[in-house]
């Protein structure tokens, strides 16, 4: 059972930066897509961005492109969100995630659970 762990939340200014790393435990994500979602109060669970299992692929919401970048080392099992340019609305729990396979995205069998970002204006 692969277990995730998020960490680096916090808060910060707008227009300010945080780094989300996400670390796997109990088995290897190598071959596994990996995503981050967000959810704030009140609010839908949204997608903000995925990476393929070697990084040939990446996808983003429209809300966040160009400001956020996702990565992953798989040497070290972990997953990384590097956001840029924090907006308040940005504000929320950020949970990591991980698929199958790239055509499964939407569709995570592991997620952990969450750290906060609250982005003050």
């Known amino acids: 059972q692969v277990q995730l762990v998020e960490s680096g939340g916090g808060l910060v200014q707008a227009g300010g930066s945080l780094r989300l790393s996400c670390a796997a435990s109990?088995?290897?994500?190598?071959?596994?897509?990996m995503g981050w979602f967000r959810q704030a109060p009140g609010k839908e669970r949204e997608f903000v961005a995925a990476?393929?299992?070697?990084?040939?692929?990446?996808e983003y919401a429209d809300s966040v492109k160009g400001r956020f970048t996702i990565s992953r080392d798989n040497a070290k099992n972990t997953g990384y969100l590097q956001m840029n340019s924090l907006k308040p609305d940005d504000a929320a729990v950020y949970y990591c995630?991980?698929?199958?396979?790239?055509?499964?995205?939407?569709?995570?069998?592991?997620r952990g659970q969450g750290t906060q970002v609250t982005v003050s204006s």
């Open positions: 995630a991980a698929a199958r396979a790239w055509r499964q995205r939407y569709e995570y069998v592991y």
């Open positions: 109990g088995g290897s994500l190598s071959t596994y897509t």
């Open positions: 990476i393929s299992w070697n990084g040939g692929n990446t």
